[in-house]
DNA sequence: TTTAGCGTATTACTCTACTAATACACTAAC
DNA sequence: GTTAGTGTATTAGTAGAGTAATACGCTAAA
């Protein structure tokens, strides 16, 4: 289930993709699944229908899901796979932007890899 | 020497304080070296003297730069160490996405340090 | 053919961030 | 004291993002 955090600077409609996304992923929704109606989301999530049509519509762009006209939205097969993909592309950016600050410090690759390794420790990945 | 984007999302004035503090970071400008004053860098820049203030406001509140009242502002002794520190700081903060991300990728640490080792080889890190 | 349920289009309101115009107040040097 | 150089305060304009109200058009099923 979606939860709205009112008070986060996240655009709602930004919210309702990443927790759509999630839900995809980890397989809530399927291949070719119903998503819920524009305006049953709106209701339950307490929104305004545009809001959620926001997001399935950039949804939708991203090739995440589909519409059939007059019915409904479902997840296009492979999207889970996809999503992955661009989940990696996200962490990619992320490393780039670790590197271009790395190299306004001067820093070499293994001094880059203690800071992470460290910052991995922190956070208890295992 | 800095360089605006105009056509970028960031905000001019963000630009600038980022230009600065590289600036800072590289020894451009020393400890206690005064910086150029606002109209100054407002015509050569070719911007409204409030936005350069904006930045350079932003920077004393972060204990960057330092003002001497009816002469100008001055780079803080230690600020360049200041900076570093900041920088590490930003780091973590991608750290701590990319692991967000990995864990709603279910991946293991190994796997992580693999997707970044594969971005530090095609950014060429030494 | 009617109806209930879909997404869509249009319009407008609100809020915030950014930038700018202009006038002000302080300091140092002459 | 005047002047030229600092940063500061006030006010306003502009643009963009986000959200909502409302009405519209399509589809499937009764």
Same mark, same amino acid.
């Given at each position: 289930?979606?939860?709205?955090?009112?008070?986060?600077?996240?655009?709602?409609?930004?919210?309702?993709?990443?927790? =759509?996304?999630?839900?995809?992923?980890?397989?809530?929704?399927?291949?070719?699944?119903?998503?819920?109606?524009?305006?049953?989301?709106?209701?339950?999530?307490?929104?305004?229908?545009?809001?959620?049509?926001?997001?399935?519509?950039? =949804?939708?762009?991203?090739?995440?899901?589909?519409?059939?006209?007059?019915?409904?939205?479902?997840?296009?097969?492979?999207?889970?796979?996809?999503?992955?993909?661009?989940?990696?592309?996200? =962490?990619?950016?992320?490393?780039?932007?670790?590197?271009?600050?790395?190299?306004? =410090?001067?820093?070499?690759?293994?001094?880059?890899?203690?800071?992470?390794?460290?910052?991995?420790?922190?956070?208890?990945?295992?």
């Amino acid at each position: 289930m979606i939860r709205i955090n009112e008070s986060s600077p996240v655009p709602i409609y930004q919210q309702i993709i990443e927790g =759509m996304q999630r839900e995809i992923l980890s397989g809530v929704f399927a291949a070719d699944d119903r998503l819920p109606s524009i305006r049953d989301l709106a209701i339950s999530l307490k929104v305004n229908p545009n809001t959620i049509a926001r997001a399935y519509q950039e =949804m939708a762009n991203a090739g995440t899901i589909y519409f059939k006209r007059g019915q409904g939205a479902y997840v296009t097969p492979k999207s889970a796979d996809d999503l992955l993909e661009q989940a990696r592309a996200e =962490m990619a950016k992320h490393i780039i932007e670790i590197i271009a600050i790395a190299r306004s =410090m001067n820093l070499d690759r293994q001094q880059v890899r203690r800071i992470f390794d460290a910052v991995l420790d922190q956070q208890e990945v295992k």
